[in-house]
């Protein structure tokens, strides 16, 4: 098998344990899950869904917002694989249709070094906003971050765990693939490995000679 050119990694489920953007809905944006559900039927978009969210955030002081970035944890080999992503020279890019502050927060924290492109949240003086830098019209999925439209390489590797991934999944070369991506990949017929943790990724990369 050819080798990987470039890694592209979700961030929320597939980096983080539990998904931070979902977690903190459920927290502080009653009612969050009638619009997750109508995007995840595929009745609205992604980006139309944030905004619905977004707007039902509510009483969430800069110290709630702050612990709450604080306690979102990630996969116990997540350090572990970027070190071997790191060794063989591969390139590694977080595509999150999430939150771009999260990701930056819990990068700092492991002093993390990793480009990533995710919606923009926006919290100033008690309100949130949200931007999308990188929708794209075209893209099949309507995604708030359209994930196909930043890959550039012929050969590369994705990881993910949710319907936030289905606009790249089947056009990667190698996929590996957990919870709802593994259910919607072994329904399709879309070639993946399925994956627990970031152990059993650098174990299959290594035992297929990928990177
Ligand atoms: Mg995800
Ligand atoms: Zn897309």
Redesign the pocket.
């Known amino acids: 098998m050819k080798k990987i050119e470039a890694i592209y990694c979700d961030f929320d489920g597939t980096i983080t344990k539990e998904d931070s953007v979902n977690s903190f809905f459920e927290m502080y944006a009653p009612n969050w899950t009638e619009s997750e559900k109508l995007w995840v039927e595929g009745k609205i978009s992604s980006k139309e869904n944030a905004i619905i969210q977004v707007g039902l955030l509510k009483n969430v002081s800069q110290k709630q917002f702050d612990d709450y970035i604080n306690s979102i944890e990630i996969d116990d080999y997540f350090l572990d694989f970027v070190d071997y992503v790191k060794s063989h020279g591969i390139k590694l890019t977080i595509l999150s249709d999430g939150f771009d502050i999260f990701i930056k927060k819990v990068l700092e924290r492991y002093n993390l070094d990793i480009p990533y492109f995710a919606n923009k949240l926006i919290f100033e003086n008690g309100k949130f906003d949200i931007k999308f830098p990188y929708y794209?019209d075209?893209?099949?999925?309507k995604?708030g971050m359209?994930?196909?439209?930043k890959v550039k390489e012929k050969s590369f590797c994705y990881i993910g765990d949710g319907t936030s991934d289905l606009?790249?999944a089947s056009k990667a070369d190698v996929l590996f693939a957990s919870k709802n991506l593994h259910k919607y990949c072994k329904e399709n017929n879309i070639k993946h490995s399925h994956f627990k943790s970031f152990r059993n990724i650098i174990d299959m990369l290594e035992e297929d000679s990928l990177v």
């Open positions: 794209n075209k893209c099949d999925k995604a359209c994930k196909c439209q606009c790249i």
